[in-house]
């Protein structure tokens, strides 16, 4: 089994182990009419049901079923032929049942070994029970269905999933308290299916989620596995059978084979003259003519000495009453070899779902299904008895299938529907998160277009404010600094110790809600009071160190000490700051606090500080970009464009405010309902529009109410709406970085899901997956389309034909999201082939650039003062 799992080739593993595209056990909501075709379950024979699932939970409609004999000139010949008396059938069948026939959904159970590539796409490997029809092994046998009920035309059928007789027994078992995770038959042949880890199965590279895979034991042994077990009389039986070397292991247990290895003993013993006197008769040596049903009345305690006497006595042979006794022990030893060795391969196959699931002990019910397990007397209690010696570690109930899993086929057929339906209205929910080439060349356009208008001065939602930042670092910087960090995720006051390199001392400190929404005195005397903390602590108290305040909100600078805040962002909402010079307010609580006065000397937009961060390192770096909390980009533009600064030459940092993007309307063709029912519940609607489509206070809320709706379409838990996730802010964004992880996605979304109280299937935990990668995408592009804008201005700006340049980046969603930074660098590299763009992450974060700042400025004061 784990050789055929990890896709083993050479030797060629002893069972197949055959992924069946059925990835999650009934639901038990599942409803509708399904019609069902079972063909090979049950050796000559073939089976249509109408199956009515009323998706209430222990609500049953028996469904309608009509068998029909195959003959055995259609078992041996042509394909077609075969086919063609399938859809025969069908029609036949249909012709009789009262019901519409209007878009009737066909499940197709065909038991026999099969690659299948999807629900409703599988090719015959090879024939086994009896079958073997001409121009059908390799073929996709729903085409072959398809293509007969098409040349028959009678009736218009979709046939949407095909399945193995060992699932639909499996999907057909009654909900219960343990989830029925095994499907066993034991009819004219044998089989069992069970639900593997996806990860394990090689084929599959699917990592999440579990498949039912049909593990086609039928084959066991063919490589010489069960030599030592294989007797004279299987060698024979196999040496005559339809396919010998073939199927050994089925030979010993499935139905068909069963009488006639009662005969071939029989016959052995009448030879030796151990039995009927030595007498034998045509009957007793022709192959076939001791069929299953003998066996199991023979070996039936019940049915008594006079009815196995009868069976002999039809063979042609005179038993005497040892005859008789011996005959049934031939059978019990027959039947009970075969139900102990299903045993062991059932044993095998539990304690590989125990290990595959790291399990100590493992609960699951087994369903089972087949004649031999149904009407022989002893076969399911032998099994039963075995499995316990043998998996002593698993708890397992046996459950009969009710109806030879018709029910079950109905119900995968029904998934398929309800998955295909499900997809599909997820795939239309999603489809707007899922921007093209041209879309994002058009919000690198629009954004161009709202620089240029945000430099001039005109009416944009990108206010382009000047940081009266001129020069990057040139390394000659010296000296003590304090700096601020205000507006990430977490506050921070450093001690920057600028000399050849840079050594920093920092400590973080909260804001509480209540300060952040509170009064603005409140939350600047919030602010001297952690800086005081910090000087005692770096005993730096009463020292006046010359301080860099990174301030990360929208500010209209009119000069590097002097910055006018606009308006607050993040879930800041601090009363009376708005309009005000934040470094005054600043410096009045110092003044309050009595603290020593402090030289705030600069006040720096968290792009800022991190781009002059990066360029302490790297000269290159003229774009500072943050995806935190907030998302804003800033860079250098030539003086000469930025109205408002006086002078032509050089150059200044310009902080974008992107996040404000589209507040004018210009990206409502990108907006979603889900964005607009996060905006309208932000603490800032209408504001910030584009920073509402990026950044990590904003995308665990869009995925909310993604989840949200498709929970109302009944796509997502089972259309059961939780207080949780009704809950504001409950799903973090950083649940997506961990969600999308590479690794252990699977597990990731289920931890989460369930600690937020979510009832849930691994469907669902592949499209919350799906969602999430979604929502980061679109950001992650919408981020890189504004780069893409940023790059090519600065390189139209310089009239260059290539430009290669860095971009300094901080921020938690960048940095932590799995796949976020490359898919900003990929959109960039799309939407501006011509620049080469370096993306430099800053490992100090903001705090040493207002530093740096700060010591640039110093160094500039002073070359003025001599
Ligand atoms: C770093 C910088 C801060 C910036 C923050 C943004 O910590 O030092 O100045 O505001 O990143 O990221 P965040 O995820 O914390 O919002
Ligand atoms: C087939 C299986 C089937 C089993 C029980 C075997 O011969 O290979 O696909 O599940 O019989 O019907
Ligand atoms: C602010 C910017 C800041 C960004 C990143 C936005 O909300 O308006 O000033 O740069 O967040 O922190």
């Known amino acids: 089994m784990e050789q055929a799992l990890r896709g083993q080739a050479s030797p060629a593993p002893a069972v197949r182990m055959l992924?069946?595209?059925?990835?999650?056990?009934p639901h038990g909501t599942e409803q509708g009419d399904f019609v069902v075709l079972e063909l090979g379950a049950t050796g000559a024979s073939l089976r249509v049901l109408w199956v009515t699932l009323t998706g209430i939970e222990g609500h049953r409609v028996e469904p309608r079923s009509q068998e029909f004999v195959i003959p055995q000139a259609v078992m041996l010949g042509a394909g077609q032929q075969l086919f063609d008396f399938a859809a025969h059938c069908l029609s036949?069948?249909?012709?009789?049942?009262?019901?519409?026939?209007?878009?009737?959904q066909l499940g197709f159970s065909f038991s026999f070994p099969c690659h299948q590539t999807g629900l409703d796409r599988s090719t015959l490997i090879s024939w086994t029970k009896g079958f073997r029809c001409s121009g059908v092994e390799g073929q996709d046998v729903v085409q072959l269905l398809r293509d007969a009920i098409q040349r028959h035309g009678a009736y218009n059928i979709d046939v949407v999933a095909v399945v193995n007789d060992t699932v639909g027994t499996m999907m057909g078992c009654e909900l219960g308290a343990r989830p029925c995770e095994v499907g066993l038959v034991v009819d004219t042949g044998t089989n069992a299916c069970y639900m593997e880890e996806a990860r394990h199965v090689a084929v599959l590279d699917e990592d999440r989620g579990r498949v039912c895979v049909s593990v086609e034991w039928g084959s066991f042994s063919d490589a010489g596995a069960l030599g030592p077990v294989l007797t004279t009389f299987d060698h024979t039986l196999d040496h005559e059978s339809l396919n010998p070397g073939a199927q050994r292991f089925e030979k010993m247990i499935g139905g068909l084979y069963l009488g006639e290895l009662v005969r071939l003993v029989l016959a052995h013993l009448a030879?030796?003259?151990?039995?009927f006197g030595g007498g034998t008769s045509p009957a007793l040596l022709s192959r076939g003519s001791i069929l299953l049903e003998h066996v199991a009345e023979m070996e039936d305690p019940s049915a008594g000495a006079a009815r196995v006497h009868a069976i002999l006595q039809d063979l042609g042979l005179s038993p005497g009453a040892s005859d008789v006794e011996l005959v049934q022990h031939v059978c019990a030893a027959v039947c009970t070899r075969a139900a102990q060795l299903c045993a062991a391969a059932l044993a095998a196959v539990l304690s590989r779902l125990q290990h595959g699931r790291e399990q100590q002990t493992l609960q699951v019910a087994v369903a089972t299904g087949g004649r031999v397990c149904e009407r022989h007397p002893r076969f399911c209690s032998i099994l039963q008895g075995t499995v316990m010696l043998l998996a002593p570690e698993c708890d397992v109930s046996f459950i009969p299938s009710v109806d030879g899993g018709g029910r079950g086929v109905a119900m995968v057929t029904a998934v398929a529907a309800r998955l295909a339906a499900h997809r599909r209205l997820l795939e239309e929910t999603l489809a707007p998160f899922r921007l093209n080439h041209d879309q994002l060349a058009a919000v690198q356009a629009?954004?161009?277009?709202?620089m240029v208008k945000g430099l001039r001065g005109e009416a944009s939602s990108l206010r382009m404010l000047p940081t009266f930042v001129r020069a990057t670092p040139d390394g000659s910087e010296r000296g003590d600094f304090l700096a601020l960090d205000l507006g990430g995720t977490n506050f921070r006051v450093l001690l920057v110790r600028v000399t050849t390199g840079v050594q920093i001392t920092s400590q973080i400190y909260s804001i509480p809600e209540s300060v952040a929404q509170g009064s603005g005195k409140q939350l600047f005397d919030h602010i001297v009071d952690c800086i005081m903390d910090f000087?005692?602590?770096?005993g730096l108290s009463g020292q006046s160190l010359p301080l860099g305040f990174t301030f990360s909100f929208p500010c209209r600078q009119l000069g590097l000490d002097q910055g006018i805040l606009l308006n607050w962002t993040k879930g800041f909402n601090a009363s009376d700051c708005e309009g005000q010079?934040?470094?005054?307010?600043?410096?009045?609580?110092?003044?309050?606090?009595q603290a020593v006065e402090l030289n705030v000397v600069a006040i720096v937009n968290d792009t800022v500080g991190t781009m002059m961060s990066c360029g302490y390192e790297d000269p290159r770096c003229e774009i500072g970009l943050i995806?935190?909390?907030?998302?804003?980009?800033?860079?250098m533009e030539e003086l000469r464009n930025v109205a408002g600064v006086p002078g032509d030459s050089g150059r200044m940092c310009i902080n974008m405010e992107w996040g404000a993007f589209g507040d004018d309307g210009s990206l409502a063709m990108l907006s979603t309902c889900f964005d607009a029912s996060v905006d309208q519940a932000s603490i800032n609607p209408g504001k910030q529009r584009f920073e509402k489509m990026i950044s990590g206070m904003y995308l665990g809320e869009i995925v909310r109410h993604i989840l949200l709706h498709l929970t109302s379409l009944g796509v997502l838990f089972r259309g059961q709406q939780t207080q949780r996730l009704q809950t504001r802010d409950i799903f973090k964004t950083k649940f997506l970085s961990e969600i999308e992880s590479d690794s252990l996605a699977l597990r990731q979304v289920r931890a989460i899901l369930e600690d937020l109280g979510l009832p849930l299937t691994s469907d669902d935990a592949l499209m919350v997956l799906e969602v999430c990668q979604a929502v980061s995408q679109r950001a992650a592009q919408l981020c890189g389309a504004g780069v893409a804008a940023v790059v090519e201005k600065i390189r139209e700006n310089r009239g260059l034909e290539k430009l290669a340049v860095s971009v300094g980046v901080d921020g938690t969603l960048y940095k932590l999201h799995p796949h976020f930074s490359s898919l900003v660098a990929a959109t960039v590299q799309e939407l501006a082939p011509r620049c080469v763009v370096t993306f430099l992450q800053s490992e100090d974060g903001s705090g040493k650039g207002a530093a740096l700042v700060t010591a640039v400025a110093c160094r500039l004061a002073q070359l003025t003062r001599v």
């Open 446 to 450: 629009q954004m161009r277009k709202a």
């Open 271 to 275: 030879r030796r003259g151990v039995l």
């Open 19 to 25: 992924p069946t595209y059925v990835g999650s056990t």
């Open 627 to 635: 995806v935190g909390t907030g998302t804003n980009a800033c860079y």
């Open 581 to 593: 010079d934040v470094v005054n307010l600043l410096r009045e609580a110092i003044t309050r606090r």
């Open 535 to 538: 000087q005692q602590k770096q």
């Open 92 to 104: 036949e069948f249909l012709d009789a049942q009262p019901m519409s026939k209007q878009g009737l």
